[in-house]
């Protein structure tokens, strides 16, 4: 990924040390519809994204190369849980819960 300074005088937001990404290229890493569904029969059913649940950036952690966190948002309001995606070969392998963090 190659990342360049703007010039001061290009600077729409007049930041010092301001940069943007020349080969930005965006990749779909998990497609959230897959996790309303069972990846094999053994996943647990507390696992799936249910209806009522909404999954915003914000609550989305990186936690290596191939395993994320997703924090759903139940009435677009509160953490319930957490959802551990791995993916392997950029398909998801395995899908876990966790306990919401404590507020």
Known sequence: MKIKEIEFE??????????VFE????ELLIDFEK????????QAD?????????IILHYIVKLNN???????????IF????????????EISK???TKAPDT
């Open 66 to 76: 191939n395993k994320f966190i997703i924090f759903p948002l139940k009435d677009s």
């Open 95 to 97: 899908i876990t819960s």
């Open 35 to 42: 996790l309303k569904t069972k990846i094999n029969p053994d």
């Open 46 to 54: 507390d696992t799936l994204l249910q209806a009522d649940e909404d």
């Open 23 to 26: 080969d930005n290229k965006a």
């Open 79 to 90: 953490i319930g849980r957490g959802i551990i995606v791995e993916l392997k070969d950029g």
């Open 10 to 19: 290009e600077d729409e937001w007049r930041h010092d040390d301001q940069f």
